[in-house]
C-alpha cells in the first residue's frame, strides 16, 4: 500500500559518480541488496546521521572515516542493519570495508559503510565481501535506479529525484535515490539517502547545504514516530560541471537542493508502512519553530487521529485534543483555528458554527489531506508530512521478522 505514482522519475546521471548494484542474498536470494558508490577524485562529502544513541556499526565507522579523509566509495547492504551488535559489529563493518579497499586500491577509511534491515542479528560478512567485485563490474553513472531498488527494505517502490536546473545561468544536475517506509522520525536525517551533485562546493558551505535542506525536509517527516539506529543522508559535489557553488550563488542552489531532498523524503512518507492517505499538518501563526513543530507533531504523531484518518473519519476531536496536549505555554485555544483541507472545522474553542458533518466526511475521502492549524499568537509557520495509522501497518512490523 502506498500513496500517489509509483512511477520512477527520469534520473540524470551525475559525472563523477558512479553506483553499482548487485544481488548477495543477504537476507533473500537473487534480490538486489548490496550497492556500491564511486565518487570521483577532489569531490567533497558532507553527511547527517542518526542522533539514536544505539546508532548501527556502520554509523560509528562511517562518522569516523568522515571525519578522517574524503571518501572514495560507499557500501550499503540492505537485510541486515548491523546494529545491536557491539563490537562484533564493529569489526563485521571494517572487514567489509577492507573488502572494498582492497578491490578498488582505496585505503580502508576511504570507504563509507551503510546498513539497513533487522536489527541484532550479525552482519554476514563473507556473503557481502564476495558481492562486491560484481558490485565494482556494474559501476555506472546510469546506475540510479538499480541502486535505488538495492537498498530497499519493506518499502514498495523504489525512490529517486533529479533535476538539471539553472543556477545563475549556468547548467547542474542534482540526482537522489533514498529509502524508508517506517521506523520513521528523523532526528537528524531519514533512513538511507545519497544526493549527489555536478557542482563545486567547498567542505564549509557543502555541510551548511545538507544541514539547511535537511532541516526542511528529512526532518519534517514521521510515519510511526521512531527514529532507526542506522539514518544516514550522504550529499557529494564532485564539481564535473565547472559550477562553482559560492556565497553568491549560494541560496538557488539551496533552494533546488531543498526541492531534491523534499521530494524524496515526501516519497518515503507516501510510501509510508501500510500508508492510505499522504498528510500534511501545518501549523501557522506560532512563536517560535519549537512551538509550531510541538504541535504539528503531536498532531502527525497522535494514534487516534492516524486512525481515524485510516477510516476516513472526520473525528475533528482528535486534532482538538492533540493540538491541546502540545508543549506549548499560555496556549489560548479561544484564538485557534483548524482546517480539515479547506473546511474549517474549529474555531473559539470548539467545533466551527459553520462546520457540518458531510462537509468533514467529503474532506477526508482524499488520498492527500492538509491539516492546518492556525494559532494566532505570532509569525512562525511549519509544515511536516506523515501518514494514517492502518492494519496493513500493523501486519507488517508484527511479521517482520517472520
Known sequence: MATGSDKFPTMYPVEGFRLGTTSAGVKVADRKDVVLM???????TAAVFTQNKFCAA??????????????SYLLVNTGNANAGTGDQGIADTLSCCQAVADETGAEIHQVLPFSTGVIGEPLPVDTICNAISSAKKNLSVNGWQDAAEGILTTDTRSKGASIQCDINGSQVTITGICKGSGMIKPNMATMLGFVATDAAIDEELLHAAIRKANGKSFNRITVDGDTSTNDAVV??????SGVQIDESNFEPFLAQLTSIFTELAQSIVRD???ANKFVTVNVEGAET??????VAYAVAESPLVKTALTASDPNWGRILAAVGRADVSDLDVSKIQIHLNSVLIAENGGRASSYTEAQGQQAMQAEDIEITIQLNRGQVCET???????YEYVRI???YRT
Open 272 to 274: 509510508g508502512e501500510g
Open 235 to 240: 550529499l557529494v559535489a564532485t564539481g564535473a
Open 384 to 390: 511536516l508530512w506523515t501518514t494514517d495509522l492502518s
Open 397 to 399: 512490523n508484527a511479521e
Open 289 to 294: 519553530v519549537q512551538e509550531a513543530l510541538s
Open 38 to 44: 564511486q565518487i570521483a577524485e577532489g569531490s567533497t
Open 58 to 71: 556502520p554509523v560509528i565507522v562511517a562518522k569516523q572515516h568522515l571525519q578522517q579523509t574524503a571518501p
